[in-house]
């Protein structure tokens, strides 16, 4: 006679698994003022960004579905401008 027990499985862990970083960091960014997470992508919003105009912002999508090979997408407004702090707040819903 089998008997068993299933629980539903909780990860909880102190190891860190991966570091997360900007290809393109730079100082003040202010990566990780704000995160999200939904399934296997993360989106990081550094709302310190100054690629178009002093804290213009922008956000980091990334996508773990192969976590040998992470692919990051930076994210950026089309009319961004001087203090915009686009990725201020982020939100993600992936299906
Ligand atoms: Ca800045």
Redesign the pocket.
């Known amino acids: 006679m089998v008997v068993g027990l299933s629980l539903p499985a909780l990860a909880v862990s102190s190891v860190e698994l991966h570091k997360l970083t900007a290809s393109d960091a730079?100082?003040?960014?202010?990566f990780g003022y704000s995160v999200a997470i939904s399934g296997a992508t993360a989106l990081v919003g550094a709302r310190?960004?100054?690629d178009a105009g002093?804290?213009s912002g922008s956000a980091y999508l990334f996508d773990f579905s192969d976590p040998c090979s992470i692919i990051e997408t930076k994210l950026t407004a089309s009319d961004a401008a001087a203090w915009d702090w686009f990725g201020r707040s982020v939100a993600l819903c992936v299906n």
């Open positions: 730079a100082a003040d960014d202010i310190g960004n100054d002093f804290e």
